[in-house]
């Protein structure tokens, strides 16, 4: 039995359809809600329904009764979500559920002076208490969505002319939301997964010059890229009516990305899929043609 968490949210929900695409009977799949409204959509598919919450330790052993393998979607809960995993991990251990697969994050600075810090330190303690658990992981160090890089270039570029984030000369290297949740459905199905981590980036990385020239060429309009202190960019931002913690998140990763955070390439997510992943410069095609 597999089990998904935030079966609900984008992620979990397009694991689960991936799970089924693959040959996976509905009964085999359960799905952690919070509630059974929720959820009528999955009942109505044949895909088992757990009522729990990361924050009810009874709850989760309850649901992950029965599971062999387990999704854990990290939480939106920032400040309490680190108990939350912890939740999750020591109930999976209690019942038996024998391999859990973890959505991190990628990084490269694992000390409180990175720009990621807020997320950061949430997702490093919940790899370690994994590992010392003692059951089967696999971590995957997942990068920016690509799915969210509009947000970062703006949504009227085409009509300012301009990319304004404080990216300076960094690279990202993107991966669909998708493309993530379908390598994830397969390694939840296939063996050979057992104790390994996974940077889920693209095969290149691309700076926001290079971005802005992509969407250049391909919108038939002049785009410039500006890069503003972080302090200009929060204060923009908070013009704009985004909430504290949205400018703050968007400004983290913004200087993350300045600072290399985001910069790695990798083929574990093209070795999983047995494909390359979409590229930053074809979803930019496909995003801003004209």
Do not use: C
Not at 98 to 124: D, G
Not at 211 to 216: L, Q
């Amino acid at each position: 039995m597999i089990l998904i968490t935030g079966a609900t949210g984008n992620f979990g929900s397009a694991t689960l359809n991936f799970l089924v695409e693959k040959g996976i009977q509905p009964n085999k799949i359960k799905a952690l809600v919070r509630n059974e409204a929720s959820a009528t959509a999955l009942l109505e598919r044949g895909i088992g329904i757990a009522i729990g919450s990361y924050d009810d330790y009874t709850s989760l052993t309850k649901a992950f009764r029965g599971v062999d393998q387990l999704l854990l979607v990290s939480g939106n809960d920032i400040e309490n979500r680190l108990q939350q995993h912890v939740n999750v991990i020591n109930a999976a251990k209690e019942v038996g559920v024998k391999h859990i697969v973890y959505t991190s994050f990628q990084r490269k600075n694992e000390t409180p002076s990175s720009p990621l810090w807020m997320v950061a330190h949430s997702h490093l303690e919940t790899e370690k208490a994994l590992k010392e658990s003692g059951l089967t992981y696999t971590i995957l160090k997942n990068n920016l969505y690509m799915d969210f890089l509009p947000g970062f270039i703006g949504e009227h570029v085409l009509e300012n002319k301009t990319i304004y984030v404080p990216a300076e000369n960094g690279t990202i290297s993107a991966v669909l939301r998708s493309e993530m949740a379908e390598a994830v459905a397969i390694i939840l199905t296939t063996k050979g997964h057992e104790n390994k981590e996974y940077d889920f980036t693209n095969t290149e990385a691309l700076s926001y010059s290079e971005i802005a020239k992509i969407i250049s060429e391909t919108s038939g309009k002049s785009i410039a890229y500006v890069s503003p202190s972080a302090a200009e960019y929060q204060t923009t931002l908070k013009g704009f009516g985004l909430p504290d913690e949205a400018v703050g998140v968007f400004t983290s990763f913004a200087v993350g990305q300045a600072e290399g955070e985001l910069e790695k390439v990798s083929t574990d997510l093209e070795n999983i899929l047995q494909r390359k992943p979409v590229s930053v410069r074809s979803f930019l095609e496909k995003t801003y043609a004209s």
